[in-house]
């Protein structure tokens, strides 16, 4: 499912955005492992283009080429069924964001040499879930300082949640190239309602449920030392997106085809 396409302006230009899909799978086979899910996965594909240092950049902010640390990636927004923004007070929908982000230091020629994400030393970005504060209004809790903090979201971990990136993270590996970059995770298991501080589902109506609605944000590149939101460069996708695939598993059954869920 293309959360964030091509086709919006958005992302046609290096470093100002990610083209973002996600795809929501199941399994041939029953989980096993020690996490809270029934084995359902949640990737996310952002096609990341080498930016150089923009002066000024899209988010109005001058880099130094070698040395100013700056993130950018994509956040998808849950929505209600209505296709509105969500309450504060909502428990037993997706979380307000979830975001990718990337981080390197700028440059104006050659490789891109990432920043560590919070996560670990050789992860070249990371996936956070937001609440409604560090989300704000169409992402206006986003802070340059905070993207790769425990203040502008809750990590997704290997630990936590089976977070795998895919180029791996290698130790020894300073730089990043264009490409595909992937997280991929496990979804916890379907809940009624969800604490304030924990991971929720995403479902795609599958077997009669109710499929979430979302909408996903470029956030260009922006300076990490930037202690205020700037909202140059936050810009919402064009469409709302209503996803389809894997939901909730019937008690006691083995999860359904990957084939058969895979969006």
């Known amino acids: 499912m293309s959360v964030l396409p091509s086709s919006n302006a958005c992302t046609t230009l290096a470093g ?14 029953a989980y096993v492992g020690t996490l809270s899910t029934d084995g359902y996965t949640l990737a996310a594909t952002a096609a990341f283009v080498a930016p150089l240092a923009v002066t000024p950049t899209i988010a109005a902010e001058t880099l130094v080429s070698g040395a100013s ?7 998808v927004e849950t929505l209600t069924t209505a296709g509105a923004a969500q309450a504060t007070t909502v428990t037993d929908n997706g979380n307000f964001a979830i975001c990718h982000f990337l981080f390197y230091v700028a440059v104006d020629s050659g490789n891109i040499t990432f920043t560590a994400a919070s996560t670990g030393t050789t992860d070249w970005g990371v996936t956070s879930y937001l609440n409604t504060a560090q989300w704000g209004t169409a992402g206006s809790g986003i802070k340059g300082s905070t993207m790769n903090t425990s203040a502008g979201g809750t990590a997704i971990t290997a630990a936590t949640w089976g977070m795998a990136l895919s180029p791996a993270a290698a130790t020894g590996t300073t730089t990043i190239a264009a490409g595909s970059k ?7 298991t379907q809940a009624t309602t969800y604490a304030a501080t924990a991971l929720r589902r995403y479902g795609g109506g599958y077997n009669n449920s109710t499929a979430d609605k979302v909408k996903a944000y470029c956030v260009s590149q922006r300076l990490t030392a930037t202690t205020t939101n700037v909202a140059a460069g936050i810009v919402a996708a064009s469409a709302v997106v209503t996803l389809s695939g894997a939901s909730a598993l019937a008690a006691g059954a083995i999860a359904f085809g990957a084939a058969a869920l895979a969006i």
């Open 16 to 29: 100002s955005g990610m083209a973002t899909t996600w795809v929501l799978a199941g399994s041939t086979t």
């Open 182 to 188: 992937v997280w991929t995770w496990y979804q916890p």
């Open 69 to 75: 640390a700056v993130g950018m990636g994509t956040c």
